[in-house]
């Protein structure tokens, strides 16, 4: 008989090399050191320029052309992304611009109508008109008008090899035209890929100059004697990467490079608990329902004067907050909430299904602490305590929902699914924890 183990399944191949999102930190690292030493640069090179590093919210948003230019070469020269069948391009068949005139004016007129729709949903929500949001305002208000020219001859290029030109903004402007059938189902595909872009995009250039300037400004070889100075630097560093290539992945949503979401989220479920994480539907921050630092103190004012200890729990939180980053690098330009872009297997995807939520969550706890609190009050330790859980359930929730979201829309998301259970490093613990859970509860039966 024989006593051979069956073959090991494989871990499906990821849709995004590591490379790409490695060429995107070592970009932005460049950008950031040279905005730092700036000063030094200048008078090195003995220009008439201001002596002061470039921390300004400019020079923050040109990170995002420092990030995305490598992984945009990258992705076409090392990985060839636009020759994959999943852009739905056919290169070797062009077609004569005749041929696609009318499909592209059509398109056009859904795209512009989209966007014109979102601009006027900008005017009408007032937050966005207050800080942080007005650098988000400015920039897209100044875009809007080369935008406007500069997708004509883009979209009638890409019609010309695109094997279905057809697409949601294609039915969208059918929808708005009136003369030939469209696909309701293409058209809300279109503007939820749309509102997604829409509501994340500003959300996210307005988080970027903010910690850009921190890091930039900031000396930093007096804070490399202090755990706490070196570990603010260093998670600031952290939030930084997040935020650029996370914003460079809203922006880059095109079919050349294999970016494009090819789905949003469909399940209101998943629409609620990721809008309640950000402004202004956020329930953790300021006075929302789920605020849980009433009265607390971070960790370093609870381990001052322990100095092995604040040296210890500052590296944890530096690691999580890499991890964090990592989840976030790994996506490359591909990037976003709510959407199906292809599937991540890479990177610390291969030890959890959701290495941001779990980082950001642990952070939090051990950044906070919430359970302990300066009052003395056990009222607010309770409550501190039972909103941070309330919130790392949400997440738990998104998770899930997202989940629900990939496995509907690609087999390969099901069979890394089922790799992850049985050899995720993670998930296949939290796995085994579940099954004992639920194995342990009592089965009810009916009376006789």
């Known amino acids: 008989m024989s006593t051979s183990q069956p073959p090991v399944p494989q871990r499906p191949a990821s849709d995004v090399s590591a490379a790409v999102g490695l060429w995107g930190v070592a970009g932005l690292a460049?950008?950031?050191?040279?905005?730092?030493?700036?000063?030094?640069?200048?008078?090195?090179?003995?220009?008439?320029?201001?002596?002061?590093r470039l921390s300004g919210p400019y020079a923050g948003l040109a990170g995002l052309v420092a990030a995305a230019l490598p992984m945009v070469v990258v992705s076409l020269?090392?990985?060839?992304?636009?020759?994959?069948?999943?852009?739905?391009?056919?290169?070797?068949?062009?077609?004569?611009?005749a041929a696609i005139v009318d499909i592209s004016i059509t398109k056009l007129a859904g795209l512009w109508a989209t966007w014109a729709a979102i601009g006027a949903l900008y005017c009408v929500a007032r937050w966005y008109w207050d800080e942080p949001y007005l650098l988000s305002m400015q920039v897209l208000g100044t875009l809007a008008g080369p935008l406007f020219v500069a997708s004509i001859p883009y979209v009638i290029w890409l019609d010309r090899v695109l094997v279905e030109p057809r697409d949601?903004?294609?039915?969208?402007?059918?929808?708005?035209?009136?003369?030939?059938?469209?696909?309701?189902?293409?058209?809300?595909?279109?503007?939820?890929?749309?509102?997604?872009?829409?509501?994340?995009?500003?959300?996210?250039?307005?988080i970027v100059p903010?910690?850009?300037?921190?890091?930039?400004?900031?000396?930093?070889?007096?804070?490399?004697?202090?755990p706490v100075q070196l570990a603010g630097?260093?998670?600031?560093?952290?939030?930084?990467?997040?935020?650029?290539?996370?914003?460079?992945?809203y922006i880059m949503t095109m079919k050349p490079l294999d970016a494009q979401i090819r789905s949003a989220n469909p399940f209101l479920a998943g629409w609620l608990a990721a809008l309640i994480c950000y402004p202004p539907f956020q329930l953790m921050q300021g006075n929302?329902?789920?605020?849980?630092?009433?009265?607390?103190?971070?960790?370093?004012?609870?381990?001052?004067?322990?100095?092995?200890?604040?040296?210890?729990?500052?590296?944890?939180?530096?690691?999580?907050?890499?991890?964090?980053?990592?989840?976030?690098?790994?996506?490359?330009?591909?990037?976003?909430?709510?959407?199906?872009?292809?599937?991540?297997?890479?990177?610390?995807?291969?030890f959890t299904k959701h290495p941001a939520y779990l980082a950001k969550n642990t952070f939090w706890w051990l950044e906070t602490l919430p359970f302990l609190v300066v009052s003395h009050s056990f009222t607010d330790m309770v409550r501190n305590t039972f909103f941070l859980a309330c919130v790392s359930a949400i997440y738990f929730w998104r998770a899930k929902t997202e989940e629900a979201h990939l496995l509907a829309e690609d087999p390969k998301y099901r069979a890394y699914a089922d790799w992850m259970a049985q050899h995720g490093l993670i998930t296949r613990q939290f796995?085994?924890?579940?099954?004992?859970?639920?194995?342990?509860?009592?089965?009810?039966?009916?009376?006789?």
């Open 233 to 249: 630097l260093l998670i600031t560093a952290m939030f930084v990467l997040d935020a650029q290539i996370g914003t460079v992945g």
């Open 431 to 448: 796995r085994r924890l579940g099954q004992a859970l639920r194995g342990r509860r009592q089965v009810l039966h009916p009376a006789e």
């Open 210 to 226: 903010g910690g850009f300037g921190i890091l930039v400004q900031n000396d930093w070889a007096p804070l490399l004697r202090d």
């Open 77 to 97: 020269v090392k990985d060839k992304v636009h020759r994959r069948p999943s852009t739905g391009i056919d290169w070797s068949k062009p077609r004569p611009v």
């Open 168 to 206: 949601g903004a294609w039915h969208f402007g059918a929808l708005l035209i009136g003369r030939e059938p469209f696909d309701p189902a293409q058209v809300w595909h279109h503007a939820r890929a749309w509102a997604v872009k829409g509501f994340f995009t500003a959300f996210m250039i307005s």
């Open 288 to 350: 929302g329902p789920l605020y849980y630092q009433t009265n607390t103190q971070n960790w370093a004012y609870w381990f001052a004067g322990h100095e092995l200890v604040l040296w210890a729990w500052a590296g944890v939180l530096v690691m999580l907050a890499a991890i964090y980053a990592w989840a976030t690098v790994a996506f490359g330009l591909r990037f976003s909430n709510l959407t199906y872009r292809g599937v991540l297997t890479g990177g610390p995807y291969r």
């Open 30 to 52: 460049v950008w950031i050191c040279f905005c730092h030493f700036w000063p030094e640069i200048s008078a090195a090179l003995g220009l008439a320029a201001p002596q002061e």
